[in-house]
């Protein structure tokens, strides 16, 4: 995104990522970076209106992005799906440099911008999710995203004090992360396929087939069902 004078946010990123490691995300940065690129602090909050804040966001998008960018050149057609989420997750810590993720942590900590941490991560676990073909509309729409999100809250953190060869210990807690992840599927799989089970649940099972994914509608929460409603 560029306004007329050519100015673009993933410049201001760029140019804030090197005072970033000293200064955080900060309005100390953000002043830094309008410095280096020569732009006065008030034209470039038109684009970034909460300064530091927003280019903390934008660089986040921007390790979706190539997270997405790296999946359109590798083939995954041999993966077990529970491989190509894992490796979606790593591909999308390998985009991202760990200084600036490290005060990210330390950014979005804050009460006043947890909420925002927690939409970016949300908003990555269902990038993956609808990138990998997901096509859920019901409850599973937000227990896919919820178990992921989570997963890739607890990856990032061992990633960023990871002192191993290549990281490796990262990739193996995240194979371990990511089997969870499957036996929670596995496990809804078989109480609605069980006679038993499927009884037994039967009430919270009706209450969450009227829960719906938000469609078009972007964050949480998405809506519930009335009775009789046509989707």
């Avoid at 804030?16 to 970076?33: K, R």
């Avoid at 894992?86 to 600036?100: G, N």
Wanted: net charge neutral.
């Amino acid at each position: 995104m560029a306004d007329r004078g050519g100015l673009s946010k993933e410049a201001l990123v760029r140019a804030a990522l090197v005072h970033v490691p000293f200064d955080g995300w900060s309005e100390a940065t953000f002043q830094a970076a309008c410095t280096d690129l020569g732009v006065d602090v008030a034209q470039a909050r038109v684009m970034v209106p909460r300064g530091a804040l927003d280019l903390a966001l934008a660089y986040h998008a921007m390790g979706d992005a190539a997270m997405v960018a790296r999946m359109a050149g590798e083939d995954m057609s041999a993966m077990r799906f529970r491989d190509r989420i894992a490796a979606m997750v790593r591909w999308r810590l390998e985009a991202a440099d760990r200084e600036a993720v490290r005060r990210g942590t330390v950014l979005f900590a804050l009460p006043q911008h947890a909420g925002e941490g927690a939409k970016a991560i949300w908003g990555t676990a269902d990038l993956i999710w609808r990138s990998l073909g997901d096509t859920s509309e019901d409850v599973n729409w937000y227990t896919k995203r919820a178990t992921l999100a989570a997963v890739y809250g607890s990856v990032v953190l061992i990633w960023l004090g990871d002192q191993s060869v290549g990281s490796d210990e990262t990739w193996a807690f995240l194979d371990r992360r990511i089997e969870d992840v499957m036996r929670i599927e596995k496990l809804k799989a078989q109480v609605r396929e069980s006679p038993v089970l499927s009884k037994v649940f039967a009430a919270p099972l009706w209450a969450l087939g009227k829960v719906r994914a938000p469609g078009s509608v972007e964050g949480l929460p998405g809506r519930v069902k009335p009775s009789g409603e046509a989707l």
